[in-house]
């Protein structure tokens, strides 16, 4: 079978699977695993490089208004490489190209590709898409490996954590303007041992104010902006550290969002892990990740 993955999370399950020797193409934001990376690219960005944070925003939210996905499609390249599944998204219009653009020139496609968008809004529904991508690519066994070790690892951290003291805590998904984090990551604070103070379970990432935030009162604050990794997210965190200083909070941190809390694929796990670390280090050993502390 030949795949085109248009979306990071696509193409970390789809490896973890054991399907990557299948996969023809990939986006150029698909950084992991590493062999990913030698792959040809089928996407490129439309917005310049070097925006900071506010411009990102608006810039963003100047293509959605138009109706414009932010990144373009190598569309004559996909039709030369005449995949049979193209894996990707509708969930975020900002994570990929349009859905019905890709379905659009799908059909122009002798190979008739089956076309399949991962759309998951919890952690049970990541699972899900694991099913689905199995069913598609004929890998059941090694879906219900995966998914059986994962629930493992799940497992182990709420057994960790299930006498501890519940830690107020607030997850920044961007800081300029601020947005708290939604979907899957109020669940993976309630599962580490903490308590979102902003966020709704499979609710969309919401715009909020540093108000708001103060308002909360979390004890712990982890600056996520979204596809940053830990070092990128503590030079955001410290660029508004007046900000956050009126906040309140015991504890700064920044994480690899991109790694593993903005894309909602295997490694979720593995930010599960990471946040049950910051809330309960004496419970739950350092995971594999970095989390750096943000002087406020």
């Avoid at 490896?15 to 020797?21: E, I, K, N, P, V």
């Avoid at 995949?83 to 379905?103: E, G, M, N, W, Y």
């Avoid at 694929?265 to 995971?287: F, K, Q, Y």
Wanted: glycine share 6%; proline share 7%; with cysteine.
């Amino acid at each position: 079978m030949r795949i085109v993955s248009l979306v990071p999370h696509a193409t970390e399950l789809l490896f973890a699977l054991g399907l990557g020797d299948q996969v023809v193409a990939v986006t150029h934001e698909c950084d992991y695993p590493e062999a990913a990376g030698s792959l040809p690219h089928i996407t490129r960005d439309r917005l310049p490089g070097g925006l900071t944070a506010a411009e990102i925003d608006a810039a963003v939210r100047e293509h959605t208004e138009r109706g414009e996905a932010i990144y373009e499609l190598d569309a004559e390249r996909l039709q030369e490489l005449e995949p049979d599944l193209i894996v990707t998204q509708a969930l975020c219009p900002v994570c990929a190209v349009s859905v019905d653009d890709v379905r659009a020139v799908a059909g122009a496609i002798p190979s008739r590709p089956h076309v399949v968008a991962l759309d998951p809004h919890t952690l049970g529904e990541s699972f899900g898409d694991v099913r689905t991508v199995a069913q598609l690519t004929r890998s059941r066994d090694a879906a219900l490996d995966l998914i059986a070790r994962q629930r493992a690892r799940i497992d182990a951290v709420k057994i960790a954590v299930r006498k501890a003291e519940r830690v107020p805590v607030a997850a920044i998904e961007w800081l300029d303007p601020v947005f708290v984090a939604g979907h899957w990551t109020p669940q993976i604070i309630d599962l580490a041992g903490g308590i979102d103070v902003l966020g709704f379970p499979g609710e969309p990432s919401e715009q909020s104010t540093w108000e708001m935030v103060a308002a909360a009162a979390p004890r712990v604050v982890v600056a996520m902006p979204c596809g940053y990794d830990a070092e990128r997210s503590r030079a955001e965190a410290e660029a508004h550290a007046d900000a956050l200083r009126t906040v309140g909070a015991e504890r700064v941190v920044a994480v690899d969002a991109s790694a593993y809390f903005s894309r909602p694929g295997p490694r979720l796990v593995d930010g599960l892990e990471l946040m049950a670390h910051i809330l309960h280090p004496d419970l739950v050993p350092e995971p594999v990740g970095t989390v750096l502390e943000v002087e406020v």
